[in-house]
Nanobody
Framework: QVQLVESGGGLVQAGGSLRLSCAAS????????VGWFRQAPGKEREFVAA????????YYVDSVKGRFTISRDNAKYTVYLQMNSLKPEDTAVYYC??????????????????WGQGTRVTVSS
């Protein structure tokens, strides 16, 4: 069972950038698709982006396209979420998730098997 640990959250002004990291505990991580989700206060957890096991394919929710980039370094068992041009509405706890599958474009939380504990991102206006 893979364990995931997010880091990189913090407080940033609107228009700024942050890079989140999702580090895995297991070398089999390179076989997993990985997704990023976020949950704002009082709202349901929502899909943000996903990447396939090899890193060659990515999928984004429309609201972050052109601002966020998901990437991975399988040699470091780590997936990244580079967030640029941040907006106050990006404020949320960000979670990474993994599934042992070739398929990666799943936006439902129920489709992902493993979750990290989350890292908080706050964007001030």
């Amino acid at each position: 069972q893979v364990q995931l640990v997010e880091s990189g959250g913090g407080l940033v002004q609107a228009g700024g950038s942050l890079r989140l990291s999702c580090a895995a505990s297991d070398r089999t991580f390179s076989n997993y698709a990985v997704g990023w989700f976020r949950q704002a206060p009082g709202k349901e957890r929502e899909f943000v982006a996903a990447i396939n096991f090899g890193g060659g394919s990515q999928y984004y929710v429309d609201s972050v396209k052109g601002r966020f980039t998901i990437s991975r370094d399988n040699a470091k068992y780590t997936v990244y979420l580079q967030m640029n041009s941040l907006k106050p509405e990006d404020t949320a706890v960000y979670y990474c998730a993994a599934r042992d599958s070739v398929s990666y474009y799943y936006t439902s939380t129920a489709s992902w098997d493993y979750w990290g504990q989350g890292t908080r991102v706050t964007v001030s206006s």
